[in-house]
Nanobody, 123 residues
């Protein structure tokens, strides 16, 4: 069974930056065959797709984070990253990664979820 572990969350002031990481295990998991997505969920709100990093160079960003967030991956480390800059209070949420498939502009999530990492943007 795939395990995804997110890290890097924390408390940051508006305008600040954080880099989230999501690492997959076990080592026999074919990380490089999966498109990886970042979601977030704030209290009382629906889960929102934030970004997708395909197995290649294709990326997707929600309009709310476009130009501020950047996703990347290191297949050798089985890790996907989410660099978040110019953070806003409305970015406050629990962030999750998912291993799935991205095809023709649609991300197909799977049951491969991490436990999430909390991001709080507040002065």
């Amino acid at each position: 069974q795939v395990q995804l572990v997110e890290s890097g969350g924390g408390l940051v002031q508006p305008g600040g930056s954080l880099r989230l990481s999501c690492t997959a295990s076990p080592t026999k998991f074919s990380f490089d065959e999966y498109d990886m997505a970042w979601y977030r969920q704030a209290p009382g709100k629906n889960r929102e797709l934030v970004a997708v990093q395909s197995t290649g160079d294709t990326t997707y960003y929600a309009d709310s984070v476009k130009g501020r967030f950047t996703t990347s991956r290191d297949n050798a480390k089985k890790t996907v990253y989410l660099q978040m800059n110019t953070l806003k209070p409305e970015d406050t949420a629990r962030y999750y990664c998912n291993a799935g498939a991205y095809h023709r502009g649609t991300y197909y999530e799977t049951d491969n979820w991490g436990q999430g990492t909390q991001v709080t943007v507040s002065a």
